[in-house]
């Protein structure tokens, strides 16, 4: 939509210019145009991008990837083989806020807070810290 914003209006003014460059503005609004985009923005975004280990920067697959939004069931993925994942996420009403967690095996829980922006792709690298061996989380 280049840049245009969903419901407002936009207007254009008609300008004339001679062979000398001289600029004749015309005030009839038989020459203003006028125009309201037609459709709303995608009521969507996305977040993409790998789970590493905190201590080791090494990537950890198959980690879980949660969000959650007020009013909005959670959204789930896990990640590949690579620690890479995507999360499309629908955009209900501003602020879009989202909670992320991620978790891996022998890993701990991180929590992530978000606003996100419609039709935008969020990078989100997550960092996991290892769990101790007498931890119980």
């Not at 995608?42 to 280990?53: E, L, Q, V, Y």
């Not at 955009?91 to 419609?118: D, I």
């Not at 935008?120 to 810290?129: E, F, N, S, V």
Request: no cysteine; charged share 20%; net charge positive.
């Amino acid at each position: 939509t280049a840049g245009l914003l969903y419901g407002t209006t936009y207007y254009w003014k008609v300008l004339a210019t001679d062979y000398s460059g001289g600029v004749t503005s015309i005030n009839s609004s038989e020459y203003s145009l006028s125009f309201t985009p037609a459709t709303s923005p995608d009521p969507w975004s996305s977040i993409s991008g790998t789970i590493f280990d905190k201590d080791t920067n090494e990537v950890i697959n198959n980690a879980t990837i949660r969000a959650k939004a007020s009013g909005i069931d959670r959204i789930e993925t896990s990640a590949d083989s690579n620690g890479a994942y995507k999360l499309k996420l629908p955009l209900l009403s501003p602020p879009y806020k989202y909670k992320v967690s991620a978790k891996g095996n022998g890993y701990k829980r991180t929590n992530k807070h978000l606003q996100l922006e419609q039709s935008k792709k969020m990078p989100l690298d997550i960092y996991l810290q290892p769990r101790s061996l007498d931890s119980k989380q």
